[in-house]
């Protein structure tokens, strides 16, 4: 029997089957094959009394796989666990060696960062044990988000009619409100600014006010404006001082998951979830010249890193393609809570310029890609240099200063300009001492602007910068808080172009009845150290049954407080009676809006939508029952009220006379008429339907007045 590997997705099994020979058999396991059960105390699949110990079982959409996976395995002499390279992925490992039987203690666990022929190979002649430290510390994130998902959500659900809480959700939509409130509490303010426009010779630049006497230039209203004016009415426009240096630009560090998001979302207008389904293609493989590539490094990733062996083949390519004077160095620097398991976003070939395989990609794709290549390459490559001019000009004790800024060689610009702008500044020759004849001053008031809502983009740094989950979950959390209708993302007003987030009433009623119950859990600073608790515990350096105990014992009293003191939301009646029991009707919220249901709901199951109750005066001419309006796949139109038992629609559209023709019928010799089909569109028919179905055809047009046609179209 042939060798046998696991990995994740199918789509990339055909790749490294090729890759591995005839030998090798690659099947797929299509993700997570088990879960936690939803059995036991609280629903929960976890036995907290006995050390917090789960319970699983097989996803229900998977048994088939499983099945598949065994009889497979049963017939292999060796087999192989290739999931993804990251703590989720040595999860999958550690469930599929349990489900199939595979001794956890052989080394069958084998990972590569690219699905290239020389990785894989690569990881195949060294594999290693599965890493139990990283599948407890997968283990241990999958029981917190379960206990406090299950017990808050019912909470939720059961006193203010909230969907659902979760442990990173929840202080996403915190972050969100915070932002908002900060919003509409801020009070704006009035300040000045003040410009000098200089023209010497044919040249005009912009010195802007700095300092007053030596101080910073605080200008609170128009009369402080018009005090600097007069002020420098009456002395001279001097060059006090010109620095002139030499300034190098760095190139940005290659992608993390989290910069790629945000670059992708600003950049091209991209959502996190559109980016990272791109991303995942890119990496599993596209099909170029007959063979399926994976183009970029694996996409979940913290880490910065390059490896040797790509970063040597780009230095060789700059200085091939760009000369040895584009030729930069590695200047890497990881986030302090990186967990550095591989390499950052990159490309896989660095000869796979985005031009050379652009037609074998989708637009998106190679927008994407591109944008990888692009940024990959450009951290390889020599910094950008300006010659960087800055003059000081003053006037009474009133100092103005001028930049100037000229790009002398573009180095990794050649590359990033498309995501980099950079404009020239040229300043006119100036010397010390020099006075300055045709100058006017420009004042301009503004005022203190609220901190901007948050984009994707923004709200995607703000959880990194302040270690909020993990960059594999910034699309899902994003999705699950528009989802649950707790945020909307939309635009801010007409002229922006970004969309932002704005809390909803029932985002705003969660939120603050988390606050008011549980904020000493579901806050940045918790939350953040849970993820480096977590950290510890892939390390080995801490245990992950006493960081459970230590969360339960602080939430469950937190939990009990808030079932007996949150108040209850009642149910929004709308003054009517269920037409089923006589009960109170009343608003509910579900997964496609609102509507309207019994109150006795699930015992009483009448709902209806809530617009659709329009109630005719014209009865029903089967059962007498009143019309109502319902809305259907083709539109608005008027039922029987009293559907299922009647099921009698009524037909306001007039109904039109037929048109005589003049013709007649060449099978029976009746007048052919033009009639309507079912879809709207006219025809010429017998007048003898349905015993004659005679219809007539229309001529087909020829090629040659089709042409004609179009081209008469296009020179319109």
Not at 150 to 172: C, D, E, H, P, T
Not at 520 to 532: F, H, L, Q, R
Not at 648 to 654: A, G
């Amino acid at each position: 029997m042939k060798k046998l590997v696991i990995v994740e997705s199918p789509s990339k099994s055909k790749t490294i089957e090729k890759y591995l020979g005839k030998d090798y058999s690659v099947v797929s396991s299509k993700g997570h094959i088990r879960d936690l059960a939803v059995s036991g105390k609280g629903g929960l699949g976890i036995d907290v009394e006995h050390d917090f110990t789960p319970t699983y079982v097989t996803n229900s959409d998977k048994k088939e796989v499983v099945k598949d996976l065994k009889a497979k395995a049963a017939k292999a002499d060796e087999i192989y666990l290739a999931s993804d390279p990251d703590r989720e992925g040595e999860a999958i490992a550690w469930h599929l060696a349990t489900v199939l039987g595979v001794d956890i203690e052989q080394k069958n666990r084998v990972i590569f960062n690219e699905i290239t022929k020389n990785a894989v190979l690569e990881a195949f002649d060294h594999p290693r044990t599965i890493d139990m430290n990283l599948v407890k510390s997968q283990e241990t994130r999958r029981m917190l988000d379960r206990i406090i998902g299950f017990k808050l959500s019912n909470l939720l659900q059961n006193k203010i009619k909230s969907k659902s809480a979760g442990r990173v959700q929840s202080v996403a939509l915190r972050l969100i409100v915070e932002r908002e409130n900060e919003i509409k509490a801020f009070q704006s303010e009035e300040y000045w600014s003040i410009d000098a426009i200089i023209k010497k010779g044919r040249k005009e630049f912009k010195a802007s006010l700095l300092k007053v006497d030596k101080k910073k230039a605080q200008l609170k209203n128009e009369e402080d404006a018009k005090a600097i004016e007069q002020r420098c009415a009456q002395g001279e426009y001097v060059v006090q001082s010109i620095e002139k240096k030499v300034k190098k630009k760095q190139a940005k560090l290659p992608f993390i998951t989290s910069t790629l998001q945000q670059e992708a979302s600003t950049k091209l207008g991209f959502s996190s979830k559109k980016t990272m389904q791109i991303a995942q293609k890119l990496y599993e493989g596209v099909e170029i010249r007959g063979n399926n590539e994976g183009l970029i490094s694996y996409m979940r990733s913290d880490s910065t890193r390059l490896s040797d062996v790509f970063v040597k083949d780009a230095f060789a390519f700059i200085e091939d393609n760009y000369g040895k004077n584009y030729v930069g160095k590695v200047h890497a620097k990881n986030n302090a809570g990186a967990q550095d398991a591989h390499e950052a976003i990159r490309v896989t070939h660095v000869d796979y310029t985005p031009e050379s395989i652009k037609s074998y990609l989708t637009n998106d794709q190679y927008k994407l890609y591109k944008m990888i290549y692009a940024r990959t390459l450009a951290y390889l490559m020599a910094p950008s240099e300006f010659d960087v001019v800055n003059a000081q000009i003053v006037n009474n004790g009133c100092e103005f200063s001028a930049n100037g800024s000229v790009q002398t060689f573009d180095g990794y610009l050649k590359i990033y300009a498309d995501y980099e702008q950079n404009k020239d500044e040229v300043l006119p020759p100036l010397s010390e001492n020099e006075v300055l004849e045709n100058v006017k001053l420009d004042a301009k008031q503004h005022f203190t602007e609220p901190p901007l809502r948050y984009s994707e983009a923004r709200l995607i740094k703000e959880m990194e910068e302040n270690g909020i989950g993990r960059p594999s979950t910034y699309a899902s959390i994003i999705d699950t808080i528009v989802a649950r209708n707790y945020v909307t993302l939309e635009k801010s007003s007409e002229n922006s172009k970004t969309k932002v987030f704005f809390p909803t009433e029932q985002g705003i009623l969660t939120d603050t009845k988390l606050q008011e119950f549980f904020s000493s859990i579901i806050n940045v600073s918790y939350t953040a150290n849970m993820e480096k608790d977590l950290d510890l515990i892939a390390e080995g350096k801490l245990n992950s049954v006493e960081e459970l105990r230590k969360f339960y014992d602080k939430f469950v009293p937190l939990l009990d407080e808030a079932y007996a003191n949150m108040e209850k939301k009642e149910l929004e009646r709308t003054g009517e009676l269920c037409p089923e029991c006589g009960s109170e009707l009343v608003y509910r919220n579900g997964r496609y809006g609102r509507f309207i249901s019994c109150i006795n709901f699930p015992k009483c199951k009448y709902t209806r939508n809530e617009e659709q109750e329009q109630i005719s005066d014209e009865k029903c001419p089967n059962c007498g029952s009143p019309f109502i309006l319902k809305k259907g796949r083709y539109g608005a139109f008027w039922a029987c009220s009293n559907y299922p038992e009647c099921k009698t629609i009524k037909n306001d559209k007039p109904k039109e006379e037929p048109k005589p023709t003049g013709e007649m019928c060449p099978e029976c010799g009746k007048p052919l008429i033009e009639r309507k089909s079912r879809y709207g569109t006219t025809f010429i028919g017998c007048s003898g339907y349905p015993k004659c179905h005679y219809i007539k055809k229309e001529p087909k047009e020829s090629k040659t007045k089709k042409t004609r046609t179009k081209k008469v179209k296009e020179d319109e």
